[in-house]
């Protein structure tokens, strides 16, 4: 019963790294979604999935590709990171939308802390 | 676009305070309002959610109702609690995009005993 995890939940890398982060969900959702949190913006929408293998862009993707083989797991790759990478990191993942005008919670992950050096 | 507008913290209040922490949006139509809370250290949870104009959300003594004519959802409750202290997003669902949220940008509650 272990919901929705993130790995790391502590990442120190170097300018021009590639990096991976990770999100796996037990719960068979359809949608998965990546979040950057930073001080002054909130949280920002980075990419979203709607099943595997259905990916689509949010509000801050550049610089970020996702991939989504299975329905549970939907990792982050930084493919160069840069030091404006540096964030908190949150997964989440929905159900499927229950149609016109009926929202499905989103449940989040711990959060992964990206430092970027 | 879609965007959500709420005020800055902290807010910082005494415990059994009365706490109001204001939310405003534009979209088009008529979108669905939640708030999320995030305690420290943890990701965010779903506090309470309305889906259509003048509906009350209402959880763990926290309400908001949805505003239409204002177009606000401000979040209130009578007596707050040290076990309160968080950061509170309120957060919108766009018409048409029901699975995809806009957040605003934040607002931390400290309450001291």
């Known amino acids: 019963d272990a919901g929705i995890t993130q790995s790391p939940r502590y990442k120190i890398t170097e300018t021009g790294r590639q990096v991976t982060l990770m999100c796996h969900q037990t719960w068979s959702h359809s949608y998965m979604f990546w979040y950057r949190q930073d001080l002054g913006h909130g949280l920002r929408l980075i990419y979203y999935?709607?099943?595997?293998?259905?990916?689509d862009k949010g509000e801050v993707p550049d610089g970020y590709v996702v991939s989504r083989s299975k329905t549970e797991n939907f990792p982050l790759t930084l493919e160069s990171a840069t030091r404006s990478q540096t964030s908190v990191y949150f997964c989440?993942?929905?159900?499927?939308?229950?149609?016109?005008?009926?929202?499905?919670?989103?449940?989040f992950g711990p959060g992964t802390r990206l430092t970027v050096l | 676009g879609d965007s959500v507008t709420q005020m800055e913290g902290p807010v910082t209040l005494s415990e059994e305070a009365f706490l109001t922490i204001n939310c405003t949006y534009t979209a088009t139509g008529y979108p669905s309002l939640f708030w999320y809370v995030q305690y420290p250290g943890e990701g965010l949870q779903l506090l309470l959610k309305?889906?259509?104009?003048?509906d009350k959300g209402s959880n763990k003594g926290f309400e908001a109702t949805y505003r239409k004519e204002t177009t606000s959802f401000h979040l209130e409750k009578g007596s707050v609690q040290v076990s309160d202290s968080a950061v509170y997003f309120c957060?919108?669902?766009?018409?048409?995009?029901?699975?995809?949220?806009?957040f605003g940008k934040g607002t931390m509650l400290l309450v001291s005993p």
């Open positions: 999935s709607a099943a595997a293998d259905i990916t």
């Open positions: 957060a919108l669902s766009a018409v048409g995009r029901y699975s995809t949220l806009t």
């Open positions: 989440a993942s929905s159900p499927t939308s229950g149609g016109a005008g009926i929202y499905n919670e989103q449940f």
């Open positions: 309305a889906t259509k104009a003048d």
